[in-house]
């Protein structure tokens, strides 16, 4: 028996150690969703709390923390990725706007994860131009990826899985849980959805959801923008002019209609169907023809069409977000049964926030809140206080910066955000007193201009350089942002210049030495009316 003590000892000693491990290095499942409004999940108590599409969500947020003033750093689908690959503002990673392609060759988190021993999986929307790197596997939609039987790549090519989107994604990460990973090693998977993303085709399952609610609107619904920089005036995101009733709301092509209402007279009609097979197709007209053919016989304009068009896009697009939540409700009932629930993070977000009809808008792209806002809920058992709510201003850039210190691997000195961590341990410790924003995509989609800005617990100030203008709010007084009270009367002039200087100083730490000279007046004649 003596003899067998030191063994014993040395088992029980093994068994301490590979406990702290896992305690010290905890998976990670990262869900991410496209387009996501914080307002559109119950947890954020916004507009749509009534009809309550996310209650895996608003669970994952009881289990853990809810990051109340969670921003984006570049309001637009891959920039936002390519800041959380590397922990870097756009104008440094390279990826600034949407068409651009991202160099895998740099540092990113991934890389860095495989090499403090973590297995790395990435599956769903990457739209970053190039092949992932830092992965042991991916499997990636092609482009923006179809609602409908998606086309993927992987290591092994391009090929059709038949299915929706959400769900086949939600599948292939089931997959990679259940036999792709090596069971002896944390792992980190990306788990990214394509929904909600334009043109927010829901799942069979869900197309009749919603069709006996009226959904809240949202008191901007008909904003004029008067006191806007003009740019506000003269894009091109409006639900009145906009929003195609055939290509985005898959309403019935009617000609005669006033094209100016933003009805299309194309009788092709459906051209997002594609992809269905016979059978798939069939459902979605057998929801969609009735509908359609009471709008036939009673053709709406004005306000009345405005308001028909924001019912079909806000109750297409929850019906997404509700199979985005359903995946949620999928992977976290498995970590339960596999028994990997306490040793696993999970954490929820989207790649920015979304205009549902806000401002009168949609899409996102702005500095305003609905699009600048993106959700961050995480869960970190033995860890975070369940049921907490975290104030500190946030952002995506912090993400790699906080993957790195869960998984105990050293943070580069070049990264830019700042580990969670500490926040999510519920230390108290000094943070940012403002966040930096940039967007670089103009002339471009929707036309909205080039700007950068700075945000405080309070106020916003929102520099559109190339045609100077500028717009700050009294967050405080005027969460809605309907009053831009740049150049006006008020005592307001202290504090914006103190924006201003700290604007300045942000774009010094930051390293953004974009030219912010207004642009020559031949130049601004031309985009500006």
């Known amino acids: 028996m003596r003899r067998l003590l030191p063994f014993f000892c040395l088992l029980a000693a093994l068994c301490v150690a590979t406990v702290t491990r896992a305690a010290d290095r905890p998976n990670i499942l990262f869900v991410f969703s496209d387009d996501h409004a914080p307002h559109a999940i119950g947890a954020y108590d916004g507009l749509f709390k009534s009809v309550n599409p996310t209650p895996n ?20 689908c891959g920039p936002s990725r390519a800041v959380i ?10 990826f600034m706007r949407n068409g651009n392609k991202f160099d895998g060759d740099q540092q990113t988190f991934p890389k860095l994860l495989r090499k403090a021993g973590y297995q790395t999986a990435m599956i769903g929307k990457w739209h970053l131009g190039t092949d992932p790197q830092g992965f042991d596997y991916w499997d990636v939609l092609v482009g923006q990826g179809e609602y409908y039987n998606p086309r993927l790549k992987s290591t092994k090519g391009v090929r059709g899985v038949e299915g929706y989107c959400t769900d086949v994604v939600t599948d292939l990460a089931l997959d990679w849980l259940k036999s792709g990973r090596d069971a002896d090693k944390p792992f980190m998977l990306m788990c990214q959805h394509k929904a909600p993303h334009r043109t927010w085709m829901p799942a069979a399952r869900h197309l009749h959801l919603y069709d006996d609610v009226e959904i809240p609107e949202p008191e901007t619904l008909f904003d004029d923008w008067k006191d806007n920089a003009f740019g506000a005036r003269e894009q ?3 639900v009145r002019e906009h929003l195609n009733i055939v290509y985005d709301l898959f309403g019935p092509p009617i000609n005669g209609w006033d094209p100016d209402a933003g009805v299309s007279v194309d009788k092709s009609g459906f051209r997002n169907l594609k992809t269905m097979t016979p059978e798939q197709l069939k459902t979605w007209n057998d929801a969609y023809g009735p509908k359609n053919a009471e709008l036939e016989k009673a053709p709406l304009k004005g306000d009345a069409l405005v308001r028909w068009k924001f019912q079909r896009y806000a109750k297409n697009y929850l019906r997404c977000v509700k199979g985005v939540d359903e995946s949620l409700g999928t992977l976290t009932a498995y970590l339960d049964e596999a028994g990997l629930a306490d040793d696993t993070i999970v954490i929820y977000s989207s790649d920015q926030g979304f205009y549902v009809g806000d401002h009168g808008w949609y899409d996102k792209r702005w500095m305003y809140e609905e699009s600048l806002k993106m959700p961050l809920i995480v869960k970190w058992p033995g860890v975070t206080q369940a049921g907490t709510v975290d104030e500190h201003l946030v ?33 108290k410790v000094e943070w940012r007193d403002a966040i930096y924003y940039q967007y670089f995509e103009y002339p471009g ?85």
């Open 236 to 238: 091109e995101m409006t």
């Open 395 to 427: 952002q995506n850039l912090d993400y790699a910066e906080t993957f790195l210190e869960i998984a105990g691997a050293p943070v580069p000195d070049d990264m830019q955000g700042r580990s969670l961590v500490p926040l999510l341990k519920g230390e």
């Open 85 to 94: 690959q590397t922990g870097k503002h756009s104008h440094l990673n390279g």
């Open 445 to 529: 989609y929707h036309m909205v201009p080039k700007h950068v800005g700075v945000r405080t617990a309070d106020a916003k100030l929102m520099h559109f350089y190339e045609f100077d203008e500028w717009e700050f709010y009294d967050l405080a007084k005027d969460p809605e942002e309907e009053h831009n009270l740049y150049g006006k009367k008020g005592g307001h002039q202290k504090t914006i210049a103190a924006l201003k200087g700290r604007l300045a100083e942000l774009r010094e730490q930051y390293a953004d030495d974009t030219d912010l000279r207004p642009r020559p007046a031949e130049w601004q004649k031309k985009y500006r009316p």
């Open 57 to 76: 969500i608003d669970k994952l947020a009881e289990q853990g923390m809810l990051f109340q003033n969670s921003f984006c750093t570049n309001s637009i």
